[in-house]
């Protein structure tokens, strides 16, 4: 589509989770010559408790002409749930029942499927290429294997550790480090055979960590296990965290594999995302709730902003990356912004009290909590959301 001689390609993507396949997917439909970079080979696996809120199955439906029934077709869609609870430790706080269920995926499936859309869509795929080096100016990479390339936009979707947002503050091209906002989390997977108490619904715990939370979630014969803490604030072993929330749930540590842990952005995002022509998206960007951590549509819909500003910037020779940062603060920031104040407010509670205020909002308005989190209403002042601000 554009010139063939320098640079490249048309864009850059750098990781495949959800935020580079968005990206790649739209843009290749657009017609733009696309090369996505991951340090690893797919199906690859990634921490993630995989759920899906209602938001993001529409996303999904709005991005990719798909339906639930198409990927549960093919397996992408691995567990359903209208059922869910909320745990003090071994108390019961709170049970509810959602109009609309949450979805379960199995990230090495889920990731994989939305690749191979952005592939078949024309982008062109190359695994076992980290990237190590960025030149902004010439929106240029150099990659662990030695290899250059340069693109007239990069998107740097390559996750919470994110090498590109390091090398962008390194730089003096954004500011701040990338710690403040970051959880730890630990994850494990065990068998419902072997933990038959566990429910087939998801269940999150309070009271096992200060500023974090633990949790249960269902996919098909697996209930997976984990749990979070602020870095800054959670100020405790992770790993004696973890071991307090198994015995609460009367699972030995003898029938788990290894436990693996991940970052999680909880409030790190960016007021500036990126810097010329390269735009963070997804967890490279902080885009996470900061209360529980749902990233995965955050990730899809930063990719689908960072593809339009691509693009509106190729066709009207606008800056790229004012029209980003605009699309983020008019959609993606104020929400965070505002749930990253309530989750002050709750986690600034002493000892079992943000389990219970939570559980208190839930007993005397349940609808209206879950269609905030199914994102039908804005955290904002629980304004309802419609379709087309949605969009
Ligand atoms: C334990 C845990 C549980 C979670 N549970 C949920 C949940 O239930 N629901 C939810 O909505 N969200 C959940 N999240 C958050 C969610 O997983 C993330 O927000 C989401 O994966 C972000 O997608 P992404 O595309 O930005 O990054 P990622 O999915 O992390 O993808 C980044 C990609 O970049 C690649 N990469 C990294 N560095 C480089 C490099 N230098 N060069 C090339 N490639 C590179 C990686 O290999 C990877 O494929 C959870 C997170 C954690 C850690």
């Keep these: 589509m554009l010139n063939a001689s320098r640079p490249q390609f048309d864009a850059i993507v750098i990781g495949a989770g959800p935020a580079g396949s968005t990206a790649a997917y739209l843009l290749a439909k657009s017609g733009f010559h696309v090369l996505v970079l991951d340090k690893q080979d797919f199906p690859r696996d990634k921490l993630c408790g995989g759920l899906l809120t209602r938001k993001t199955v529409l996303l999904l439906e709005d991005l990719f002409q798909t339906s639930l029934d198409y990927l549960t077709s093919f397996q992408v869609i691995a567990h359903q749930s209208a059922r869910y609870g909320v745990n003090l430790r071994d108390w019961t706080c709170f ?16 990731d994989a499927f939305w690749l191979q859309m952005a592939c078949k869509a024309g982008a062109e795929f190359r695994s076992g290429e980290k990237v190590i080096s960025l030149t902004p100016s010439s929106s240029s990479v150099i990659t662990d294997t030695g290899n250059q390339y340069s693109g007239r936009y990069i998107i740097g979707a390559d996750g919470a550790p994110s090498r590109l947002r390091r090398l962008l503050v390194a730089g003096g091209y954004i500011k701040g480090n ?3 906002g970051l959880a730890t989390t630990l994850e494990v997977m065990v068998s419902a055979s072997r933990a038959p108490a566990l429910p087939d619904y998801p269940l999150i715990y309070f009271g096992n960590i200060p500023w974090g939370y633990a949790w249960c979630f269902p996919r098909r014969d697996l209930r997976i296990l984990g749990i979070c803490g602020l870095n800054q604030k959670s100020g405790t072993s992770l790993k004696r965290a973890m071991a307090r929330f198994l015995q609460t749930v009367n699972v030995s540590p003898d029938s788990i594999g290894a436990l693996k842990s991940h970052a999680l952005p909880y409030g790190n995002f960016l007021n500036q995302p990126g810097a010329e022509k390269v735009l963070l998206v997804g967890d490279a960007c902080g885009l996470a709730d900061p209360l529980l951590g749902e990233g995965i549509y955050y990730a899809h819909k930063s990719g689908q902003l960072a593809a339009l500003a691509a693009i509106q910037s190729y066709r009207y020779s606008q800056n790229a990356f004012t029209l980003y940062r605009h699309y983020l603060s008019e959609t993606i920031i104020p929400e965070l912004k505002f749930v990253r104040i309530v989750r002050s407010i709750i986690f600034s509670l002493p000892g079992s ?19 905030t989190l199914q994102g039908q209403r804005s955290y904002r002042w629980l304004r309802p959301v419609t379709t087309a601000s949605r969009k």
């Excluded at 049970?95 to 889920?110: I, N, W």
């Excluded at 009290?353 to 269609?371: H, Q, T, V």
């Design 95 to 110: 049970r509810g029942k959602l109009e609309y269920p949450f979805h379960f995926v199995d990230r090495s499936v889920y």
């Design 353 to 371: 009290w943000p389990g219970r205020a939570l559980s208190f909002l839930l007993k005397i308005s349940p609808r209206k909590c879950e269609e």
């Design 178 to 180: 990338n710690n403040p």
